[in-house]
């Protein structure tokens, strides 16, 4: 009877690891860090990447869209996705001090509402921040991208202005401008 019971608690535990195992070596979001310089401003974002695979990505509750919206978006998958800027920069028009930020979405059909966060390091991040942290929201609006993106993307650019965060998903985009205060 003992080993019966051994063999069992090895099998599950076996299984378990190898759960661990593959989810590590297979992601269905793989993380990805990018880091951008462009005039002394060094911009670096942790996020993970979400795959479409066939579903509405951004629309109403009631059409069962992943992102409804008007509801919290963590800006990727898993983890809270997280900036950081080596100088004070202005994020979207508005200032914020050189540091690391918990970066969050509230999607809308025409804009999004792009906030920082000063709570950062944050596993599995599906529940809400703490609002009371935040320390800029912006609103900017969506445009539609060249081309759809099956997979979630951060990319960074920039043009004479300063430099540009375009995130783009399914057939939607949306761009933060960031300069050196």
Known sequence: M??????GIGVVLLAIIGF???????PASPPMTISFSDRGLD?????????KKGRLIFGEEKDKALQPYGKYWRLGAN???????NKNVSFGGKPVKAGSYRMYAVPGPTSFQVSLNSETGVMLAAGE????????KVD??????????????IIFGSDSTGLKMNCIWDKTQFTVPITVQ
Do not use: G
């Not at 921040?129 to 800029?136: E, F, G, H, T, W």
């Not at 900017?140 to 993307?153: A, C, D, G, I």
């Open 43 to 51: 911009v670096k974002v942790s996020y993970s990447r979400p795959y």
């Open 20 to 26: 661990f195992v593959y989810s590590n070596l297979f």
């Open 129 to 136: 921040p703490n609002y009371s942290l935040d320390v800029v």
């Open 2 to 7: 003992k080993k019966k019971i051994f063999i």
């Open 140 to 153: 900017v609006p969506v445009t539609t991208p060249q081309e759809e993106k099956e997979q979630f993307s």
């Open 79 to 85: 983890a809270a996705t997280e900036i950081t800027f």
